[in-house]
Nanobody, 126 residues
């Protein structure tokens, strides 16, 4: 069974930080890429960050983040915990959205994501 469970969302003030966490079932986490989408009110979902599978034999995992959040958001994964994280710094009201943890059948972050979590709300007040 594939499970993606997000946590860490909430209401914060502009300029502060949050770290979103996603606990994944081992079935989908191991060997596969993970990522985060977000959907703001009245807007389409957008791909925020993706990270490829890394078996630990090379330093770091290939990753990508959306240009508008580059330098503020960082994606990481912990293979021992079957978890992926999105650290968000210097949040602003435009970051307000529901954030979804996603996974795909494939080792690289590029591609379609078949599996979605339920989402966690992030609200940034000005």
């Amino acid at each position: 069974q594939v499970q993606l469970v997000e946590s860490g969302g909430g209401l914060v003030q502009a300029g502060t930080s949050l770290r979103l966490s996603c606990a994944a079932s081992r079935r989908i986490f191991s060997g596969n890429a993970m990522g985060w989408f977000r959907q703001a009110p009245g807007k389409e979902r957008e791909f925020v960050a993706g990270i490829s599978w890394n078996d630990g034999t090379t330093y770091g995992a290939d990753s990508w983040v959306l240009n508008s959040v580059k330098g503020r958001f960082t994606i990481s994964r912990d293979n021992a915990k079957n978890a992926v994280y999105l650290k968000m710094n210097s949040l602003n009201p435009e970051d307000t959205a529901v954030y979804y943890c996603v996974a795909r059948e494939g080792s690289t972050w590029r591609g379609l994501y078949e599996y979605w979590g339920q989402g966690t709300q992030v609200t940034v007040s000005s």
